[in-house]
């Protein structure tokens, strides 16, 4: 007889948990209250939970932590991960992936060619997620960003977003998308809309995972929520184009810089306050 699913309920949502193996008592709990974290940072950043039940597999693999996941929408939305049997509370603490895969949930599913704008959104709002409830600082989101933006530059020989499907284009170059767009939102809104408010508004007219829509759709969505159209002009600039975004200079206007190895922040930087809002602490984990 199958067992029932341990259950956890989140801003109304329900998310049910599948073992498909029998876990220790230990791994059972340190396992659900990823899950749960993973789901509170996702729901806060969005407003809401983005889909009203979701049910989680949960496999297992010899070792430590969490080591894979999938989101899928058909025929409803439901997520996959593999957990390590042997795996402690520090190797949660260092799980990326439960969060990540909750992200996908929030966007429609689109054409095989706009993949990098659904892994995009997730590497990017991932860990600023965990930031605004206070489980990442801003020093390591940030930090992380200096050091894996680069991937999604273009090399030699790329075209645009839509043309050129390497790992650092869809997973950099979609997250780098979306720094690119938070940013300039915020320039146009003097900082009072980010892309948050863009994304929150595909969730509102229906653009989970468990729909299909056309690119183009999503995005004139989310202008219309942000009330600027930032995603529609950066995307027209980026789809077919290989565009080079200077970084060094980015990070200088946000007040980002390594110093002697460490990450610091310059808060007289011209965007130091949007560098701010993006990852400011909004919320305290909890149901």
Not at 128 to 150: H, N, T, Y
Request: hydrophobic residues 40%; proline residues 6%; aromatic residues 8%.
């Amino acid at each position: 007889m199958a067992q029932a699913p341990d259950q956890l309920q989140i801003r109304g949502a329900r998310i049910d948990v599948r073992f498909e193996f029998i876990p220790s008592d230990r791994l059972r709990k340190l396992m659900m209250g990823r899950i749960a974290l993973s789901a509170q940072a996702v729901a806060a950043y969005y407003q809401q939970y983005p889909v009203p039940a979701v049910e989680i597999r949960v496999g297992s693999h010899r070792g430590h932590g969490i080591n894979s996941g999938h989101a899928f929408g058909f025929p409803r939305a439901h997520l996959f991960v593999s957990v390590g049997v042997d795996s402690t509370e520090p190797d949660f603490a260092d799980d990326w992936i439960t969060t990540h895969e909750m992200v996908h949930l929030a966007f429609p599913s689109v054409a095989e060619q706009h993949h990098w704008i659904e892994e995009g959104l997730a590497t990017y709002v991932e860990p600023i997620a965990r930031a605004r409830i206070g489980e990442l600082s801003p020093q390591k989101v940030w930090g992380d960003m200096v050091d894996g933006m680069p991937n999604g530059l273009p090399q030699p020989g790329d075209r645009g977003l839509d043309f050129t499907h390497t790992w650092g284009r869809t997973y950099w170059g979609g997250a780098l998308f979306c720094l690119l767009a938070d940013v300039d939102i915020r320039k146009r809104t003097d900082n009072r809309r980010g892309l948050e408010d863009a994304l929150r508004g595909i969730l509102r007219a229906g653009g989970s995972i468990e729909s299909e829509w056309p690119l183009s759709r999503a995005l004139a969505t989310a202008d219309r929520a942000a009330g600027v159209t930032v995603l529609e002009d950066l995307y027209a600039k980026m789809r077919a184009s290989p565009v080079a975004p200077d970084l060094d200079r980015l990070w200088h206007q946000l007040g980002v810089e390594r110093q002697a190895g460490a990450l610091a922040f310059d808060d007289f930087a011209p965007l130091a306050a949007i560098r701010t809002a993006i990852t400011q602490r909004r919320a305290e984990p909890g149901p």
